[in-house]
């Protein structure tokens, strides 16, 4: 029976297994929330995301107010407009901290007028479900819920990508390639299972990006070109972490993917902006946002209100090469005893990496003007990658931004029937990520790994099994050409 006419139907086995799933994923919804809006200190970033929307569309500057944290928003204005429904306040009444002042549970935003509430006193890190953070209950979980969601649906839409099927077809009958095709939708997301907890439990907009460019990846692979287009170009328009993946239509020469690139990116940073906070308020912010952020992200510029926040080379859990030189040059002084900012000739030798990397994925991956499904989604994880190794900020959760390049190796590795061997040449690089994005979150040796940059140097594992596989591989059977 053609698949468009097939219901999409589970077995009894894969029933049990979705309801276990799902309950895992309430479980950690659970712990989610009990760590953020039932906290007396909230753990989570969700709350720069919710602070800033709130203050873009009541008219303050989103890169002066922080959140009960003292943290900023760091990104162009167009999440913080599209974030509207789950736009929360800074709650009233906070003391101002004097410097180095430690946050306790009387100067936090919910629960430090009930202080000295039975069962909220001194000493407990929680504060429960009151009228001062019910919304902000609603706001955690909303924003799980949607992530999750975003989660599944990009392993399905890359997996979809690969296969050449719709995103509305149902799994396959034949057992073999059922079960293949479960492999293909639930092992990418097992091996970025470190990175997507981290963002999941951090509430941060990585698995939003992923999304985006999952759809776009998965719209180019059915050549619908100027559609793929605008979705690529989101992610850019939220962090611009993925900028050289935008590279791929202009190397490619497909117009209507460059066109469609070229609109999103006029839409979200300046026509959306620009409507709805008229043009000189816009012109204002991307003024104050060059200043504190882009400036100081690059070693320019004199605004220091970032620097132990985010843009200092030791103030974060940075995974960058700039981070990592950092770090190696002074590796043996204690973490709050190195300098903060970076040596301009570090900063040069990053630039330089970063060209000779850019010449290597152009080499690999060829001057022709059409792709393999399969090579597509490579080419676009070597992109990403590269982004990732010469950003000079980069956490360990925006390494899930490497699924697409995960799920392309882990179709390609896999064994197809049982006469087929698993290719380990290119799963081993996949483990040895998998194993690096998950240690790297655990208390007690994460923190080592990072500084040695074992983070950075599984992405650069991964990127080159995937040049290798455009450089070696011999397809054995023809692939529909994006």
Not at 164 to 176: C, N
Not at 392 to 409: D, I, K, Q
Not at 442 to 460: E, K, T
Request: proline fraction near 6%.
């Amino acid at each position: 029976m053609p698949a468009n006419k097939r219901r999409w139907s589970f077995s009894r086995w894969e029933r049990i297994w979705m309801a276990v799933g799902i309950c895992l994923l309430i479980g950690f919804g659970a712990y989610v929330e009990r760590r953020t809006a039932l906290r007396r200190i909230p753990m989570t970033d969700l709350g720069v995301f919710a602070v800033a929307s709130d203050a873009v569309w009541s008219g303050q500057n989103l890169y002066t107010v922080t959140d009960w944290r003292g943290w900023h928003y760091q990104y162009p204005p167009a999440l913080a407009i599209l974030f509207l429904p789950l736009s929360e306040p800074v709650p009233k009444g906070l003391p101002v901290l004097k410097p180095g002042e430690l946050y306790t549970e009387t100067n936090t935003p919910w629960g430090y007028e009930l202080s000295g509430h039975p069962g909220y006193g001194h000493g407990s890190y929680y504060y429960g479900l009151h009228d001062q953070n019910w919304r902000f209950f609603w706001i955690v979980g909303a924003w799980f819920v949607l992530s999750v969601m975003f989660a599944f649906v990009s392993a399905h839409a890359l997996a979809c990508a690969l296969e050449g099927s719709g995103l509305r077809s149902p799994p396959p009958e034949e057992s073999t390639e059922r079960w293949r095709w479960w492999k293909l939708r639930l092992l990418p997301l097992l091996v970025c299972v470190g990175s997507l907890g981290r963002d999941l439990s951090r509430g941060q907009v990585e698995v939003l990006m992923l999304f985006a460019m999952a759809i776009g990846i998965y719209l180019a692979a059915n050549k619908r070109g100027f559609k793929a287009g605008l979705w690529l170009s989101f992610p850019a328009t939220v962090k611009l972490i993925p900028p050289f993946l935008l590279i791929y239509p202009f190397w490619r020469r497909q117009w209507r993917l460059a066109a469609g690139v070229t609109a999103g990116l006029l839409f979200m940073l300046i026509i959306l902006p620009g409507i709805t906070l008229g043009s000189k308020r816009t012109i204002e912010l991307y003024q104050a946002w060059v200043q504190v952020l882009v400036k100081p992200g690059l070693g320019h510029g004199t605004d220091t209100s970032r620097l132990h926040e985010l843009t200092g080379m030791t103030s974060t859990d940075n995974q960058s090469l700039l981070a990592a030189i950092h770090n190696w040059r002074y590796y043996f002084l204690p973490r709050d005893q190195r300098p903060q900012e970076a040596a301009p000739w570090e900063r040069r030798l990053v630039y330089l990496i970063g060209v000779a990397m850019l010449a290597g994925v152009g080499f690999v991956a060829g001057i022709r003007r059409q792709d393999s499904r399969r090579d597509f989604l490579i080419i676009a994880g070597l992109l990403i990658g590269l982004t990732l190794v010469i950003c000079p900020v980069v956490h360990n959760f925006y390494h899930l931004l490497m699924l697409p390049l995960v799920a392309a190796l882990l179709d390609q590795g896999l064994a197809r029937g049982q006469a087929s061997a698993m290719n380990w040449k290119l799963l081993l690089p996949v483990l040895f990520f998998m194993l690096a994005d998950f240690l790297a979150v655990i208390p007690v040796i994460g923190p080592s790994l990072r500084d040695l940059g074992a983070s950075l140097f599984s992405l650069i594992y991964l990127m080159w099994a995937g040049a290798m596989v455009l450089t070696k591989w011999k397809e054995t059977h023809n692939q529909t050409a994006v």
